[in-house]
């Protein structure tokens, strides 16, 4: 297993299980092993009756730089997403307890997807969120084709998804991607207060809530499956190789 992401359960916040990015020195960049870890902890904690709430993180300055490029590009060379970022995925959308998150700095591509599933974000001022998806010849992911319209309207998600426009903290809190913006030192600590007030009010209750506000399930476990099949087609295509030669080449 990777230490690139750490599961912690502090003593602090009972009834909270922190998934932490930890490779701060590539800008939390998720490589496979990562996806895998994230996944399999997603799991158990809904098997959990004594984790009530999964909060994520990242570092100073950096929530996460999206997909490790060189990882993600050895597997593309199957012309598939990987079963590790399908198996997070699916586990993200499916989980029955809250989730929250916190975000300073860059949330680029999955670091910017992962919020839609997010019951409650905690965000710095500077942060910056970007899916660059189409700029690499790909498409959305994390069934945010879908999400994004939901939350913020065609126009906007637009902007996001397809265009590929940077939000400021600003933008994306008008545009309901974030609920709340912090001082940079109290991003961790304003997540984790909200997490605890999650994880005390009455379990049964509150899953009930919020399966009633987000809806069946089953159309975003069925985008994100058709997003997929888009995204392996696209991987193989003659514009993704040249996009990623590119990206390459520019670093």
Avoid: W
């Avoid at 987000?214 to 996009?243: C, W, Y």
């Amino acid at each position: 297993m990777t230490d690139d992401v750490l599961i912690e359960r502090p003593e602090a916040y009972p009834g909270v299980e922190v998934i932490r990015f930890n490779r701060p020195a590539k800008k939390n960049a998720i490589t496979s092993a990562m996806y895998r870890k994230m996944a399999d902890a997603l799991v158990a904690a809904s098997r959990d009756p004594a984790l009530r709430v999964v909060a994520f993180l990242g570092t100073e300055g950096c929530f996460s730089a999206g997909n490790d490029m060189a990882d993600f590009i050895s597997v593309a060379m199957g012309g598939a997403m990987g079963r590790d970022v399908i198996d997070f995925l699916r586990a993200l959308a499916s989980i029955d307890k809250p989730v929250v998150s916190g975000v300073d700095g860059l949330a680029i591509g999955v670091g910017t997807t992962i919020h839609m599933h997010c019951d409650l974000t905690v965000a710095s001022a500077r942060s910056m969120f970007r899916t660059p998806f189409v700029d690499l010849a790909l498409v959305p992911e994390a069934a945010s084709s879908l999400l994004a319209p939901r939350v913020m309207g065609h126009q906007r998600a637009f902007a996001l998804l397809a265009k590929g426009d940077a939000f400021s903290a600003e933008e994306a809190l008008s545009a309901g991607l974030i609920r709340k913006i912090v001082e940079p030192e109290a991003v961790e600590t304003e997540t984790l207060a909200l997490a605890t007030k999650l994880a005390a009010k009455p379990p049964a209750a509150l899953a009930i809530a919020r399966r009633l506000l987000r809806g069946d399930r089953a159309d975003v476990l069925a985008r994100i499956d058709e997003e997929a099949i888009h995204f392996a087609a696209q991987l193989k295509s003659v514009e993704a190789r040249a996009a990623f030669e590119a990206f390459m080449t520019r670093r």
